[in-house]
């Protein structure tokens, strides 16, 4: 993800390449080996971030922190490609530490924001599905006990649900509730309550449910001789 404070280089091409270096690093190779495949989770963590995130601070501060942390990697793999270091050794070796423990920490605070992110979502589609659950269940209750004004009106939005929200209607029980209405409602209603269930019918996980509970009742309609 390209920052401003670095071109267009992303920070996918800058672990590209100190990858590419560290084969051909002579000092500490354990230690970047340890390094390698720090580099290759971080970018996998990176690479899953949506671009969008970039207006989140949390995220912001992830990207610019790997950024330095990843221009500092640079600056240490040139101290290490040579069997001669050029500063004494104790001080690169604790560079190069550095290096890794700050990679683990990013590699843990990417993995830690990808799960919040993922949870959010979770909670966003849960929040949805319960709204439309509770929707549902009103829409069934006004045609259990509603008026027949309420009643005609739940019918009518029911033909104008997309094939989720009818299954959903479905769970809560409306096939049922339909079906019922049969026995105890004017003849128009009864035409708008056959075509609830003609509706219903389109959807094709509904048809048990139909079968079950819907088509002996349809059946006694049509014997009734309804022009409808």
Do not use: Y
């Amino acid at each position: 993800m390209p920052l401003d404070n670095d071109g267009d280089c992303s920070l996918t091409e800058l672990i590209s390449s100190i990858l590419d270096r560290i084969p051909n690093l002579l000092s500490f190779k354990s230690k970047w080996s340890s390094i390698r495949v720090k580099l290759a989770d971080l970018n996998t963590h990176l690479s899953d971030i949506p671009a969008s995130s970039s207006s989140n601070q949390l995220a912001l501060d992830l990207l610019l922190s790997a950024r330095e942390t990843l221009h500092n990697a640079s600056s240490v793999a040139a101290r290490c490609e040579g069997p001669s270091l050029s500063e004494r050794n104790l001080n690169t070796q604790s560079d190069v530490d550095s290096v890794m423990a700050r990679l683990d920490r990013h590699v843990k605070d990417a993995d830690s924001s990808q799960r919040n992110r993922k949870s959010s979502l979770l909670n966003e589609i849960v929040s949805i599905s319960s709204k439309k659950e509770a929707a549902a269940r009103n829409l069934v209750i006004r045609l259990q006990i509603g008026e027949p004004k309420s009643k005609n009106s739940a019918i009518e939005s029911l033909l104008r649900e997309d094939d989720k929200n009818v299954m959903i209607s479905i769970v809560q029980g409306v096939v049922l509730v339909q079906v019922r209405l049969l026995d105890s409602c004017s003849l128009s209603m009864k035409e708008k309550v056959v075509a609830v269930i003609s509706r219903i019918s389109t959807v094709e996980s509904s048809k048990h449910v139909l079968i079950a509970e819907g088509l002996n009742h349809l059946l006694r309609v049509l014997e009734s001789g309804s022009g409808f």
